[in-house]
């Protein structure tokens, strides 16, 4: 149980276009899911905090004109890297945190390695 | 601000050496601390979650204890399968669930 997808696990795309992560939770509904960011050998850095049908709640430092979250449904959460640049080349994983009593725990995805060139 | 600093940053094991990695935190009211195994371009694998001083949560060869500031992950007899980095992270009540996570420690268990 608690398996979060991502997709795609894997990107190339050319600067100045918008790519998009898709993160599921697939057996179990997600209050809250969040997004992280993983430079190598660095640890997570939260992104963003997204609740299912309200905005996004942005990390200092984060644009969030550039990185735009839906969160659709209590299993569906989406990344948006728009005008993407080479800086912005990363390890993207989003975790869910599930909708029942009790347990704090976040569930993670596989991540999805994005590449720009 | 909430703090995680977990040592050492790497460490390198015979199969069969038992040793502990240490996570140190500082938070303001303690919801929950996780341990989780990252593997090398994969998102991280939950493990624990300890929720107050004197717990102690067991699994297969690792088990993981907390005090009031640190945690520490014990690792009895590891094998290669175990290598890994295990990331250490905190919970602050009353902050929707936020996760503030420390950097690591890189594992290798050798035969």
Same mark, same amino acid.
């Given at each position: 149980g608690a398996v979060v997808s991502q997709h795609p696990s894997w990107v190339i795309c050319k600067s100045g276009t918008s790519v998009k992560i898709e993160c599921r939770s697939l057996d179990f509904q997600a209050t809250t899911m969040f997004w992280y960011r993983q430079f190598p050998k660095q640890s997570l850095m939260l992104m963003a905090t997204s609740n299912e049908g309200s905005k996004a709640t942005y990390e200092q430092g984060v644009e969030k004109d550039k990185f735009l979250i839906n %969160? $659709?449904?209590?299993t569906l959460s989406t990344l948006t890297v728009t005008? $993407? %640049?080479?800086?912005?080349?990363s390890f993207y994983i989003c975790s869910a945190h599930p909708k029942r009593p009790g347990g704090y725990e976040q569930y993670f995805g596989p991540g999805t390695r994005l590449t720009v060139t | 601000e909430d703090q995680v600093t977990q040592s050492p940053e790497a460490l390198r094991l015979q199969e069969g050496e038992s040793s502990s990695l240490n996570c140190s935190y500082t938070v303001s009211g303690l919801r929950g601390l996780f341990w989780y195994r990252q593997d090398p371009g994969k998102g991280p694998e939950f493990l624990f979650t300890l929720y107050s001083a004197g717990e102690e949560k067991e699994k297969e060869r690792l088990k993981a204890t907390l005090t009031k500031k640190e945690s520490f992950l014990h690792i009895t007899a !590891?094998? !290669?399968?175990?290598?890994a980095t295990y990331l250490c992270a905190v919970q602050a009540g009353g902050t929707a669930s936020k996760l503030t996570f420390g950097t690591g420690t890189r594992l290798q268990v050798t035969l």
């Open positions: %969160h $659709a449904s209590l005008s $993407a %640049h080479p800086e912005d080349s | !590891p094998k !290669p399968e175990d290598s």
